[in-house]
């Protein structure tokens, strides 16, 4: 067991036992041993020595046995502690290589222990970090709660919670020695979560701190998705999102493009710069970090992007250092467009960057899958509303084609009348007259009673053929219509109804109205068409007529009776009524020339037909 001891061999009655002797001693022992002579001279040394060579050897073996009880009890303790310093140093590996940070602080904040990882969520080294406030490196606006968080974990023995943002060190940070370390730090995009238990002494607390700046970049930008999809400010998507991208990621230029000619070529939709760019710049997708169209889906370069790829002219011109880019895909599989944040300064560490630019590349392919379906659709409507508008243009020229022709129809019409009437006022009823006159001489001139009797038979005819012509003259084209106003020729037409066929017609006239002749024309005879169907259909001897002015260039007749009424909707179907086609003749005229009708009526609750008609 023992090295470099001087074994020496003594003889007694119960044989030879070995005595340890060491002239190399350690201290410890030496030490050891002379606290045990002092303790030895403490105690009742009045004992008599032993009397007999026999106590003499039995006393020597009962130290000699006890020597090797304290030999083994000693081999015990230093493997005991051989263990013990292997379970500390394998719980040291554990402290310090832990993927997350162990701290024990003392109840005013300070860093008493610290494990690697907590260290580098400061970026300082740990002998750097142990004896300074962890307060200090909280941000200013977290900081009132985190000793608040601090306060409630020393005044209990449960476990508290606090999420603080840190703050950050940027260049002639804490390193350069000076004593204020704060003035080195600006506010940081890195949030931390603590946890915290009191110890049993009550002056100090173990902390777990995780670094959850990926979670609640992640919850933030979710959350700005959602209610982007639901936002009312107006804003274009794609640009507030390439501005959200640009502030939360840190970066100095996002542009968000639509990929087009079999997506070799990036089209802008999108951009994002802190100083004045160029936004309608396409350029070929070959260039880019991203190569070709979904060769890789997300392509990241931490350091050097414009001296890796030269041929980006984007990048040469912002001299960048660090690039993210990710292909949107539409819905068929199909890559439908870029989202790339270009930074001027070199990154560390990408995986935030990586996983917010997928998280929003998501929504941002969707936005713009729908809105190529609105371009799609829009221009669709477009063409529709072209063809449209082309096939109105050539209606309304058919229209107008028809207006024409009906006004020359009417005015052949009314042409063709007056040549009929004039015929019949000139020629026939002349002759009529003439054959008259002579029936008459001849009457004159016999007194026998059978050929006086035939005589008077034919004047009697001839009477009543003159009284015909008279009538038919009057009926194809009455001479008011030439020489009186619409007042005038409706008014004829309603002393005319009531001693033809017995109708008496109230006329109200609440505005007299000039027309022209065609115009004048077509409302007579709708006029008279209407009073001709009361006649026949309403089973009344009584209707109202009224003529007002509708609004300018245009006209009102309405002519209404309490008879027996009809469905309006058979009147656009004439097959269907008795009254042939009438009303539908009416309608039709009317439209040629522009204008309108409209019918209220309903089985026994009378009839309302309003007629519109232009003026000119």
Known sequence: MLQGVKWLALRSPVGEQAVTYSKKTPAPAVDLRRRAEDKLRERDVSAAPPSSEADTAKLLHELTVHQIELEMQNEELLQSRAEIEAGLAAYSDLYDFAPIGYF???????IRQANLAGARLFGLERARLVGRRFAEFVSES???EFIAFLTRTFAGRAKETCEAALFKRVDGGPSSGVSDNRQFYTTSRRVLRIE????EDGHTCRAVVFDVTERRLIEKTQMFLLRRGFSRSGEDFFQSLARYLADTLEMDFVRIDRLEGSGLVARPVAVFSDVPFEKHVDYALNDTPCGKAGEKPVCSVAKGASRLFPNDVLLRELTA??????????????????????????????????TIVQLAAGRAAGE???RQADEALRKANDELEDRVLQRTLELEKRATQLSELAFNLTQVEIRERKRLAQFLHDDLQQLLVCAKLSVSTAMASTAEATPREALEDATALLDQSIEASRTLTSEISPPILNEGDLAGVLDW?????????GLTVALHVEANVETRLEVRVLVFQVVRELLFNVVKHAGVDRAELLLRRHEPGELTIVVSDKGKGFEPGLAHHPEKTTGGFGL?????????IGGRCE???APGRGTEVSVFAPTA
Request: aromatic share 6%.
């Open 104 to 110: 024990t602080l003392a109840a005013d904040g300070t």
């Open 142 to 144: 977290d900081r009132s």
């Open 196 to 199: 915290a238990t009191a110890g």
């Open 321 to 354: 250092e660090s690039y993210v880019g990710i292909t949107l895909w539409d819905s068929k599989g199909d890559p439908s467009g870029l989202l790339a944040v270009i930074g001027r300064q070199p990154r560390e560490n990408l995986q935030i960057a990586e």
């Open 368 to 370: 713009l899958e729908r």
């Open 493 to 501: 037409a309603a002393r005319w109804m009531r001693e033809k066929h």
């Open 584 to 592: 539908f003749s009416i309608c039709e005229r009317l439209q040629w």
């Open 599 to 601: 019918i209220v009526s």
